[in-house]
């Protein structure tokens, strides 16, 4: 079946750096685009990142554009957030996403998140 592991998250000082990594089996990794989501508390989850199957494309947030880089490596079936220069504002809950089409369904995955906490 179809499992997503984030790792990566912690307590960071404002302006620090932090690198999430998003394990993934299951699915064919390779065919497929993959996103990372946050959610801060009493938010809605947002989408902070896109990546393309090949990794060749990608699109951010707004709020994230020039700080974060979302990468992966389909060779170990795994995505990466790059997040530098953070602020408070970044302090969520970090999921990874697989869209997976099954028997011509599509189908959202959620990994188990990782806690991200911004803070002095």
């Known amino acids: 079946q179809v499992q997503l592991v984030e790792s990566g998250g912690g307590l960071v000082q404002p302006g620090e750096s932090l690198r999430l990594a998003c394990a993934a089996s299951?699915?064919?990794?390779?065919?497929?685009?993959m996103k990372w989501y946050r959610q801060a508390p009493g938010k809605q989850r947002e989408l902070v990142a896109r990546?393309?199957?090949?990794?060749?494309?990608?699109d951010y947030a707004d709020s994230v554009k020039g700080r974060f880089t979302i990468s992966r490596d389909n060779g170990k079936n795994t995505v990466y957030l790059q997040m530098n220069n953070v602020n408070a504002e970044d302090t969520a809950v970090y999921y990874c996403?697989?869209?997976?089409?099954?028997?011509?369904?599509?189908?959202?995955?959620w990994g188990q998140g990782t806690q991200v906490t911004v803070s002095s």
């Open positions: 299951g699915f064919p990794f390779s065919l497929y685009s």
């Open positions: 996403n697989a869209r997976v089409v099954e028997r011509s369904i599509p189908r959202d995955y």
């Open positions: 990546i393309s199957s090949g990794g060749g494309s990608t």
